[in-house]
């Protein structure tokens, strides 16, 4: 069997497509296709790596009387790690493509609990209705409360049905022949709806606050009114948010697989501590809303804690992913 035989069957074996091969080899596709071609071999250099690679001698790739594979001692990483099937590849993505949905309700849940808490507050505040303080405070609370569980439950649900996917962000993997050029071709046909949906995503989180200022512009004294715009800014940028994560959902799905983006080998072997430093910093950004809201019963205003660390978040991830790199570390 010659060599060209030889690399074709060891490709295929290992479930690569040519472009993969080449991407591991770090040649064309072209050189790739003119090895099995028979149309040219590789140097001595490139030979050792393909032995390292698939794990056998150089002598069974360069002798053709070798008609057996000479297996080496397993040293590559190749046979280790796990393999993504096309059948498993089209269940991930039509599972993230179904619970997109219900995770961007669950998120636009999330932003509209406390609508409700600001207009009963600003109700409460005027005589002629007769609502007690106290009474409005806890409607509020009930009501933000009950949206909170409802996408809670959302999340938990959406969670279970994609679980088993789950070592797709954390850990490295490999894909079987065709996975990679199917999912590369229907991100290609995502991108023109993913780049839509966030521009209405983004326009719609700015005119969220059309509202919030017309409203000052009319009446600055009038907190019914404030609060009511208020509440309209937040619809609004609910309905902006779920563009943004419904899209990005099926979006991060291809990247999952593709291994691309935030889902690279080399952002998930950094992503433990990426993901602790996240943790820590919603936690306390928590604790401050409450603990102020709380202390203050400033509920109407201190919204704004949050903005102000979204804001921030992409400011403490980026200076994270600095320090990981840092020469002093290991």
């Not at 590789?42 to 297996?71: C, M, N, Q, W």
């Not at 009950?146 to 679980?163: D, L, M």
């Not at 046909?189 to 966030?198: D, E, G, I, L």
């Amino acid at each position: 069997m010659i060599f060209a035989d030889k690399l074709i069957q060891l490709r295929k074996k290992a479930g690569w497509s040519q472009e993969e091969l080449a991407e591991q080899m770090g040649v064309t596709r072209q050189s790739v296709s003119k090895w099995e071609g028979a149309q040219s071999v590789p140097d001595l250099e490139k030979i050792i790596h393909l032995s390292e690679l698939f794990g056998v001698s150089t002598d069974y790739l360069l002798k053709d009387e070798i008609e057996e594979a000479e297996r080496m001692i397993p040293s590559d990483d190749v046979s280790t790690l796990r393999r993504v099937s096309m059948e498993e590849a089209n269940a991930f993505l039509s599972a993230k493509a179904a619970t997109s949905k219900s995770i961007a309700l669950a998120t636009f849940l999330c932003i509209l609990s406390p609508v409700c808490l600001f207009i009963l507050g600003a109700v409460s505040g005027i005589s002629r209705y007769g609502l007690a303080e106290h009474v409005a405070g806890g409607i509020g609370i009930i009501i933000l409360l009950v949206f909170v569980t409802v996408a809670v439950a959302v999340f938990i649900s959406s969670g279970r049905k994609t679980e088993a996917y789950n070592y797709l962000e954390t850990e490295v993997f490999e894909t079987e022949y065709g996975v990679r050029g199917m999912v590369t071709e229907r991100k290609a046909q995502y991108n023109a709806t993913y780049t839509r949906n966030n521009i209405i995503g983004a326009s719609l989180c700015i005119m969220s606050l059309i509202p919030l200022f017309g409203g000052a512009i009319f009446n600055d004294e009038n907190e019914l009114l404030l609060s009511i715009m208020l509440s309209a800014s937040f619809v609004i940028a609910g309905f902006g948010v779920v563009f943004f994560v419904s899209s990005g959902i099926i979006w991060s799905s291809y990247e999952k697989l593709l291994q691309e983006g935030e889902y690279s080998k080399e952002k998930k072997k950094n992503q433990p501590i990426t993901a602790a430093v996240s943790v820590v910093y919603w936690l306390i950004i928590t604790a401050i809303y409450v603990g102020y809201s709380l202390s203050t019963n400033n509920w109407g205003y201190s919204w704004v804690i949050w903005v102000v660390a979204g804001i921030v978040f992409p400011a403490i991830t980026m200076i994270t992913n600095l320090l990981m790199k840092a020469p002093w570390l290991p």
